[in-house]
Nanobody
Framework: VQLQAFGGGLVQAGGSLRLSCAAS????????MGWFRQAPGKEREFLAA????????NSADSVKGRFTISRDNAKNTVYLQMNSLKPEDTAVYYC???????????????WGQGTLVTVSS
C-alpha cells in the first residue's frame, strides 16, 4: 500500500488544520492506521491510531483533546483533525499503516512521505 499525507502548512497558534492520508494500491480498510510526527532533532512521536473498522481510536496524552483521528474506508483516506495548535506542534507529520492500532513505530510497515506543519506564535 502506498500512502500520501497532505494538508500541512503554516498556521497561527490556536488555529486548526486537517491532515489527510490517501492510500493507493491495497485498500486501506485492511489496516490499522496511525499518525506520527517528527520535529527537528527529535525522535518520531506517536500521535493517534485507529483500527481498520474505525473503532478503538486512541491518542497520545500530549495531543488528547486537541487531535482527533478518523477514517473513511470508502474513500481510502484517514484524517487527523488538529485543533488549538501550539508552536510546539511544529513538525513533519506522517501517516502509517499496520496490523494493529499501536503506538510504536515498529508496529507499522507502511509509511507516507510526511507533510510539514508549522505553527507560528
Amino acid at each position: 500500500v502506498q500512502l500520501q499525507a497532505f494538508g500541512g502548512g503554516l498556521v497561527q497558534a490556536g488555529g486548526s488544520l486537517r491532515l489527510s492520508c490517501a492510500a493507493s494500491g491495497r485498500t486501506v480498510s485492511r489496516y490499522a492506521m496511525g499518525w506520527f510526527r517528527q520535529a527537528p532533532g527529535k525522535e518520531r512521536e506517536f500521535l493517534a491510531a485507529i483500527s481498520w473498522s474505525g473503532g478503538s481510536p486512541n491518542s497520545a496524552d500530549s495531543v488528547k483533546g486537541r487531535f482527533t483521528i478518523s477514517r473513511d474506508n470508502a474513500k481510502n483516506t484517514v484524517y487527523l483533525q488538529m485543533n488549538s495548535l501550539k508552536p510546539e506542534d511544529t513538525a513533519v507529520y506522517y501517516c502509517a499503516a499496520g496490523a494493529q492500532p499501536l503506538s510504536t513505530t515498529k508496529s507499522y510497515g507502511y509509511w507516507g512521505q510526511g507533510t510539514l506543519v508549522t505553527v507560528s506564535s
